[in-house]
């Protein structure tokens, strides 16, 4: 099981370094209640144990300041994507990982809403946290159904939302309790805000965007909101491809989406298409495969029966130079297939200095996060995100459902 090296818990964050209207959990009297607390403990499983224990941890915090005030804890949660009940993905084994991690007694409820579940929030020890069974268990938590939003809310007294991972989406589990009891940010989600907004209100200069991951298309409209903002746009990963294709450039067998180079040649050619810096060098490799023959070869010189999985040593240079004199970072996706040995130097190479730089940076999305945790230099960044999605949404500039459901429970 990977765990966290730094355990060091997120601090509350004041309500002044909050989007307005945003109210924490100082905002709200817990005194007598039983709080309801929907954590992001989507985390890997492997074997039916816990893989990487990271968002646990992270939720630690909130859970333990909730717990220290409430009568009752009640902690909620989703995991994968389950078509209906899915033993493979119960929370049991999450329950015994934030018990091993928090010292107290947590209680598995046999569901997720209905006459049990409140059974066991009332059986339960004193001090013991109540983890309900899978959200997404339940047809309507994805459709935020009126219904299973009224069982939810009917379980508590009122709600923390810091499951920073799902804000982007309107579920039963986030909007539709908020919509139905007193509710607040918890640390976890308020330290993310305050994330965020530090990156779209600094006027901190240089500010580098590095971009990478498979699909172009899944990032699309957060680089077209960040590009006119930015001084330099890094771009790596399998996404760099369609764009090196754009440019013109011989790819080889290399991920391309074909169907949007039309689209990706519009924003090189762009008014702002001077700030896309794209690799000089990639190494290829012969099938894709970790045992893989790899070589390093100019954009130019990719065979056509070369793959590219990784940027080169030479683009490595060139974004380092330009991360190590930034003021401001954002990180989302690897560089290359960095779960391989041959195909890592290049995420690795980044990760060092996104580390490095001296200025504000905040590295976000699942790959990445993974990529930079792997390889030890979590605790050298700003911050480290919890939410891939979320974090993108609000480069975007789009509202955030569960978000603006707490900002509309504040009155």
């Not at 902690?75 to 049991?92: F, Q």
């Not at 009332?122 to 935020?144: C, H, Q, S, Y």
């Not at 965007?209 to 298309?217: D, E, Y």
Request: with cysteine.
């Amino acid at each position: 099981m990977t765990t966290s090296g730094d355990t060091r818990l997120v601090s509350s964050i004041s309500v002044a370094n909050l989007p307005d209207g945003i109210p924490t959990l100082d905002s709200l009297e817990f005194a007598g209640k039983t709080a309801l607390v929907r954590a992001d403990l989507n985390v890997p499983l492997v074997d039916g144990e816990v893989a990487d224990d990271y968002r646990i941890v992270t939720s630690l915090p909130t859970i333990d300041a909730v717990q220290g005030r409430a009568d009752r804890v009640v902690v909620m949660s989703h995991l994968g994507r389950p078509d209906g009940v899915d033993p493979e993905l119960s929370l049991a084994p999450v329950a015994e990982r934030l018990s091993e991690l928090s010292g107290l007694e947590v209680v598995l409820a046999p569901g997720v809403v209905g006459s049990e579940v409140a059974r066991s929030i009332e059986d339960a020890p004193e001090r013991a946290i109540v983890l309900l069974e899978n959200t997404r268990f339940e047809a309507g938590e994805t459709k935020n159904d009126p219904a299973l939003a009224d069982a939810l809310a009917a379980l508590g007294d009122c709600f923390v939302n810091d499951a920073f991972g799902t804000a982007h989406r309107s579920h039963a589990s986030n909007v539709g309790i908020a919509e139905r009891l007193p509710s607040v940010a918890g640390s976890l989600l308020a330290a993310e805000l305050d994330a965020f907004d530090h990156l779209l209100e600094s006027d901190a200069r240089p500010y580098v965007v590095v971009m990478g991951g498979a699909k172009i298309s899944d990032k699309l409209p957060v680089i077209e909101q960040l590009l006119p903002t930015v001084d330099l746009m890094l771009i790596g990963g399998g996404m760099c491809f369609t764009l090196l294709a754009a440019a013109g450039y011989d790819i080889g067998d290399s991920l391309v989406e074909k169907d949007m180079i039309g689209t990706v040649r519009g924003l090189l050619e762009g008014p702002h298409g001077d700030r896309i810096v794209l690799p000089d060098d990639i190494v290829v490799a012969d099938r894709f495969a970790a045992d893989a023959t790899a070589d390093n070869v100019p954009v130019n010189g990719i065979p056509g029966d070369g793959i590219g999985l990784d940027i080169g040593p030479r683009t490595v240079e060139r974004f380092g130079t330009a991360l190590r004199a930034a003021e401001e970072v954002f990180w989302n996706g690897p560089m290359g297939v960095f779960e391989w040995d041959k195909f890592r130097a290049g995420t690795e190479g980044v990760a060092a200095a996104v580390a490095a730089s001296p200025g504000y940076t905040v590295v976000g999305g699942g790959d990445s996060v993974a990529a930079i945790r792997m390889l030890g230099f979590e605790t050298e960044v700003s911050h480290v995100s919890t939410g891939g999605g979320a974090g993108l949404k609000m480069l975007e500039g789009a509202p955030l459902p569960g978000v603006e459901a707490l900002r509309r429970s504040a009155g």
